[in-house]
């Protein structure tokens, strides 16, 4: 699987990176990070790679990694953990629909050569991987609320996170990938770009297996005053994010990406009931050995 998406984006012109995994502050803000002693001073374990392929995109144009990230969370599902393999992208002049669209026919590539490469395995477990048609299907967040209230009878308005249960409601008559466009601004980070005819949405997606969240992403904003706004506006202060405003000062181009969770994936690919099934050495609040 991994094989298959280097090999996709790098037929795609796309560099493979590889960014920084001790930081010296938050990526996003919030407090799930893993604080460690960098000799005499604080440091964190990186929660994303996000500012940094951000400022790479500006120098290499379409970067990728493949690369581990740290989230501080007492989640205890069948799909969260604390260490996570992840598959970042970025692309310089471009939008959330120029994401959406490489990410698709890199998704379609990889199941085909799984399908192909891996049938025995397949095999025995009971697995017959769904290829889906290309585009896949894009609703917006509006119109999923709309769908939950009508179709689903589920109690939930314009604004609210669509919470787990939400999700398995709406996995009742929507089956497969399909990718959640247009979410609220508030509801998303500050690098987010918010949609220009209307605001309180923004240009962001989440692609969705069914229940299951497998991506995130969007466009992003290129402007330091906006992006300086915005950081306020989510209460985080500009100046420690200072050395990632810097990287505007000499121009950034237009450009987007996505986060791909690959431990949730391979729980797709294996039909795993439980994420800690299908990765090797688990990490969650309780278990930190072997």
């Known amino acids: 699987m991994l094989a298959g998406f280097r090999e996709f984006f790098s037929q795609n012109h796309f560099t493979e990176v590889s960014t920084p995994k001790i930081i010296g502050s938050a990526t996003e803000g919030g407090t799930e990070l893993f604080p460690i002693v960098y000799f005499n001073k604080e440091a964190f374990l990186s929660q994303s790679a996000q500012l940094y392929k951000e400022q790479l995109s500006s120098v290499f144009e379409r970067i990728f990694e493949i690369a581990p990230c740290y989230r501080a969370e007492t989640?205890?599902?069948?799909?969260?953990?604390?260490?996570?393999?992840?598959?970042?992208?970025?692309?310089?002049?471009?939008?959330?629909?120029?994401?959406?669209?490489?990410?698709?026919?890199?998704?379609?590539?990889?199941?085909?050569?799984?399908?192909?490469?891996?049938?025995?395995?397949?095999?025995?477990?009971?697995?017959?991987?769904?290829?889906?048609?290309?585009?896949?299907?894009?609703?917006?967040?509006?119109?999923?609320?709309?769908?939950?209230?009508?179709?689903?009878?589920?109690?939930?308005?314009?604004?609210?996170?669509?919470?787990?249960?939400?999700?398995?409601?709406?996995?009742?008559?929507?089956?497969?990938?399909?990718?959640?466009n247009n979410w609220p601004t508030v509801a998303k980070p500050f690098y987010i770009q918010p949609c220009l005819d209307d605001p309180k949405v923004s240009e962001s997606f989440d692609l969705q297996y069914g229940f299951l969240e497998l991506a995130s992403g969007g466009t992003r904003i290129h402007n330091k005053d906006?992006?300086?706004?915005?950081?306020?506006?989510?209460?985080?202060?500009?100046?420690?994010?200072?050395?990632?405003?810097?990287?505007?000062?000499?121009?950034?181009?237009?450009?987007?990406?996505?986060?791909?969770?690959?431990?949730?994936?391979?729980?797709?690919?294996?039909?795993?009931?439980?994420?800690?099934?299908?990765?090797?050495?688990?990490r969650t609040p309780d278990r930190l050995t072997p």
Request: neutral net charge; charged residues 25%; contains cysteine.
């Open 75 to 180: 989640s205890h599902t069948k799909r969260h953990l604390c260490e996570i393999l992840t598959l970042d992208i970025e692309m310089a002049f471009a939008n959330i629909n120029d994401v959406q669209s490489i990410f698709e026919k890199a998704l379609v590539h990889v199941l085909k050569k799984v399908s192909a490469e891996c049938p025995e395995q397949l095999k025995t477990l009971g697995q017959k991987l769904l290829i889906p048609e290309l585009p896949l299907k894009r609703y917006t967040y509006t119109e999923i609320i709309e769908l939950l209230q009508t179709k689903g009878g589920y109690d939930i308005k314009w604004g609210d996170d669509i919470t787990t249960d939400a999700y398995r409601v709406l996995d009742k008559f929507m089956k497969g990938y399909f990718f959640i």
């Open 226 to 282: 906006f992006l300086i706004e915005r950081l306020k506006e989510k209460k985080l202060n500009p100046l420690s994010f200072e050395d990632h405003l810097k990287a505007f000062d000499f121009g950034m181009p237009p450009h987007g990406g996505l986060g791909f969770g690959i431990g949730r994936f391979l729980t797709v690919l294996t039909g795993a009931q439980d994420i800690r099934e299908a990765v090797l050495y688990p």
